[in-house]
C-alpha cells in the first residue's frame, strides 16, 4: 500500500501546474473576450 504522503508529494505539484495552466488560460480567454 502506498503512502499517502508519497501519494501527495507525486501529486501535488502536477495539480497545482495543472490548476495554474487552467487558470492562466481562463484569464486569457476573458481579457481576450472583454476587448
Known amino acids: 500500500m502506498l503512502d499517502i504522503t508519497t501519494i501527495f508529494k507525486e501529486l501535488l505539484p502536477n495539480v497545482i501546474f495543472f490548476i495554474l495552466q487552467n ?12 476587448e
Open 23 to 34: 487558470a492562466l488560460a481562463c484569464a486569457i480567454m476573458y481579457k481576450e473576450s472583454e
